[in-house]
């Protein structure tokens, strides 16, 4: 703790302490505000506002740094490991090669669902978004594993991390099988935890699908790249549900939720609308630039600007790379990455959006990315979600070791003032 934050309200001074994170992050610790001054602070979209004190992941918005336990996410490109980040995230180190051994063990061993599982996905229309069924089927798994309900246990809480971690894939997967009316594919013990992923997407019973390794390294690092990014919406919205002492799974699914909205995790499928309309010649980029900027159309860039990054986010830079990379080594020619580095090129250098800060976020270039890998479109953020469920898991696991209270924030009321029940006869 530093110097002290001083208040003055009418005739009244107040004094309250700052906090110093460890990268120099400053806040002023308004906790007994209320019970002093018996104000409250109102901050819409808690722009001002930190929710918590953590040590997962570090972000400085100004100069485009993202790192995860203090590493950043740069030096994961080389040899992108999701489930070594997994590790990290969650449990804080690199893991040992005994941990990662027998982490990676416990994935493949609980890859597969219940048997009675495959009854809900029959009951979802094939055109269900594939979001809706991924927060009901995560939510559904907890009823199979009750004993997961209370984590105070260290093992039974890495069991339900990993049971949580391997099983997303399988039941996303599913979704998509049964979105195009094909058999399911049982995960295959011999393969790792994204080449298994892709197995179950697409093989077929009677041919295995022969994935490339550019494939496999390259959605490596794409859920390297989503794992964790402190308290985004759906991070808070997983904190917030854990808060009550809901169970994992309840949060988990209800960061599903939160993740699915088109300013959120959504983003990424808006972006290839943006880029298929503007290749169908509904509109050239320049056109589109402009609707973006013209405040009555409510059209905006879909994966620009972001609420931390006043700079480039350091994942799109990455994630541009491996589009590049990933599409020559595949051969794939997709116009639509021609129409996102042409936005981006528009974009940055127009005052509009140099004023405003706004630069390409992790959603702008990984769409090019899943769809060269045939990752349909209305699954883009259910992969988002896959990348960032360690990330839910390593949250909720800090804030209930840190005994958290329950998240209830405060309103400012402008309703009616006092009034009266009217009896219905007595109404106009
Ligand atoms: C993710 O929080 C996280 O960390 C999220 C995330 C994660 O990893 O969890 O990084 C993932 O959600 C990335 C963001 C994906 N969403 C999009 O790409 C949707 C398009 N972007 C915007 O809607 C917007 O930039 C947000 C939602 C990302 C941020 O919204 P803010 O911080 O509330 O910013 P704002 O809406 O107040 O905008 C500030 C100004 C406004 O103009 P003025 O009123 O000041 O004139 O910038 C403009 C906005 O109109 N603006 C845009 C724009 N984004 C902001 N104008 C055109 N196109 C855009 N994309």
């Known amino acids: 703790m530093t110097d002290r934050a001083r208040l003055s309200l009418g005739d009244a001074q107040y004094e309250f302490p700052v906090l110093e994170g460890s990268e120099g992050e400053r806040a002023i610790d308004i906790r007994d505000l209320r019970a002093k001054t018996g104000h409250i602070t109102l901050d819409p979209g808690y722009g001002n506002t930190g929710s918590c004190e953590s040590a997962i992941t570090y972000i400085d ?3 485009g740094i993202l790192r995860y336990r203090g590493i950043p996410i740069e030096q994961f490109a080389a040899e992108p490991n999701f489930v070594e980040v997994a590790w ?5 180190a690199l893991p040992s090669g005994d941990e990662y051994t027998s982490f990676a063990a416990d994935l493949t061993r609980h890859a597969n669902l219940d048997e009675g599982m495959k009854h809900h996905f029959e009951g979802f229309p094939r055109a269900a978004p594939p979001m809706a069924i991924l927060s009901a089927m995560i ?4 009823c199979f594993y009750p004993e997961l309900f209370e984590l105070e246990d260290p093992e039974r809480f890495r069991g339900a991390a990993a049971r949580l971690i391997s099983k997303i894939r399988t039941i996303a997967a599913y979704a998509y099988r049964h979105s195009r009316g094909q058999p399911y594919i049982y995960p295959n013990p011999r393969l790792k935890y994204v080449p298994n992923f892709l197995h179950m997407l697409f093989s077929e019973p009677y041919d295995d699908c022969a994935c490339d390794e550019s494939v496999i390294r390259a959605l490596n690092l794409v859920l390297i790249l989503h794992a964790d990014h402190e308290q985004n919406c759906s991070t808070s919205t997983v904190r917030m549900v854990g808060s009550s002492g809901a169970n994992l799974f309840a949060s988990c699914a ?6 699915w909205g088109p300013l959120h995790g959504g983003a990424n499928v808006e972006v290839l609308d943006m880029l298929e309309r503007i290749h169908n010649g509904h509109l050239t980029p320049e056109a589109y630039v402009k609707l973006a900027k013209d405040k009555d159309t409510k059209v905006r860039l879909m994966g620009f600007g972001h ?8 994942r799109a830079k990455l ?5 590049e990379e990933l599409l020559a080594r595949l051969g794939v020619d997709d116009p639509l990455l021609d129409i996102a580095r042409r936005l981006e090129e528009i974009a940055l250098s127009d005052p509009y959006f140099i004023e405003r800060k706004l630069y390409p976020n992790v959603d702008f270039y990984s769409g090019v990315i899943l769809r060269a890998i045939g990752i ?3 699954m883009f953020t259910v992969i988002f ?3 960032r469920l360690p990330g839910w898991i390593a949250h909720w696991r800090e804030q209930r070791a840190g005994g958290s209270r329950i998240a209830r924030p405060r309103q400012i009321y402008t309703g009616s003032t006092r009034a009266d029940y009217v009896p219905m006869a007595e109404r106009g």
Do not use: H, M
């Open 61 to 63: 918005g100004e100069q």
């Open 88 to 92: 990290l995230l969650i449990f804080g």
């Open 139 to 142: 939510n559904a798994l907890s």
């Open 254 to 259: 209800a960061g599903v939720c939160a993740l």
């Open 307 to 314: 609420r931390v990054y006043k700079n480039f986010d350091p």
């Open 319 to 323: 994630l541009g790379e491996v589009a």
């Open 376 to 378: 349909p479109t209305n």
């Open 385 to 387: 979600a896959i990348g």
